[in-house]
């Protein structure tokens, strides 16, 4: 069995995102790109606007099991976003998920370094796969996971209730270390 490193606790850094342990100095910067987008939350599970902000910033705050981190761009010098590792378990499963970016850093590649950062750390920490867990209604983000080159494995029907209380769909999708690392050494190659 492999002895998992823990996957919170350290400042990630790839390009221009840096990932900081999330911490009370993150909520106000963080509620301000939270409203940047006031649309996408109705696609999420939880809502990070107005009165629901606290409440949700609160909960990402807690377990040491679901390391949560602010997305910070060098660039621009300012949080722009949230993301977080949930259920490792002891078999080398992880997944990546509540990621929410400002709509200032969309389009330009920042995701994918965000999402490349995160898969190396993971894989790095002893972990053998990471899956995604989607939202069948987010495009967007649908389309995100596929290019880094993870493989639907199935939608689980109605599985989760979100704050609107919609029933939503998920789309799962798992990317395995091999395929990462055959993935990363061709991108090198090219």
Same mark, same amino acid.
């Given at each position: 069995?492999?002895?998992?490193?823990?996957?919170?606790?350290?400042?990630?850094?790839?390009?221009?995102?840096?990932?900081?342990?999330?911490?009370?100095? *993150?909520?106000?910067?963080?509620?301000?790109?939270?409203? @940047?987008?006031?649309?996408?939350?109705?696609?999420?599970?939880?809502?990070?606007? %107005?009165?629901?902000?606290?409440?949700?910033?609160?909960?990402? +705050? +807690?377990?040491?099991?679901?390391?949560?981190?602010?997305?910070?761009?060098?660039?621009?010098?300012?949080?722009?976003?949230?993301?977080?590792? #949930?259920? &490792?378990? &002891?078999? %080398?499963?992880?997944?990546?998920?509540?990621?929410?970016?400002? &709509? @200032?850093?969309?389009? #330009?590649?920042?995701?994918?370094?965000?999402?490349? +950062?995160?898969?190396? *750390?993971?894989?790095?920490?002893?972990?053998?796969?990471?899956?995604?867990?989607?939202?069948?209604?987010?495009?967007?983000?649908?389309? @995100?996971?596929?290019?880094?080159? @993870?493989?639907?494995? %199935?939608? +689980?029907?109605?599985?989760?209730?979100?704050?609107?209380?919609?029933?939503?769909?998920?789309?799962?999708?798992?990317?395995?270390?091999?395929?990462?690392?055959?993935?990363?050494?061709?991108?090198?190659?090219?």
């Amino acid at each position: 069995m492999t002895d998992f490193q823990p996957l919170g606790g350290t400042v990630l850094t790839l390009g221009r995102v840096v990932l900081e342990p999330l911490a009370e100095e *993150h909520l106000e910067p963080l509620r301000t790109a939270c409203a @940047a987008d006031q649309d996408v939350w109705e696609i999420y599970p939880v809502c990070m606007l %107005g009165q629901h902000f606290d409440v949700s910033a609160a909960e990402l +705050l +807690l377990p040491a099991s679901r390391p949560c981190f602010a997305i910070i761009d060098k660039k621009l010098s300012q949080v722009v976003g949230m993301t977080r590792y #949930i259920n &490792p378990d &002891p078999y %080398g499963v992880v997944e990546i998920g509540n990621t929410y970016i400002s &709509p @200032a850093v969309r389009g #330009i590649g920042f995701n994918n370094q965000l999402k490349r +950062l995160m898969l190396d *750390h993971a894989f790095a920490c002893g972990y053998r796969k990471v899956e995604f867990r989607v939202d069948t209604r987010n495009k967007r983000s649908i389309a @995100a996971v596929l290019k880094l080159g @993870a493989q639907q494995e %199935g939608v +689980l029907r109605k599985n989760r209730v979100t704050w609107t209380g919609y029933q939503r769909d998920t789309a799962v999708f798992g990317l395995l270390r091999e395929d990462w690392d055959d993935r990363e050494r061709q991108s090198q190659q090219n």
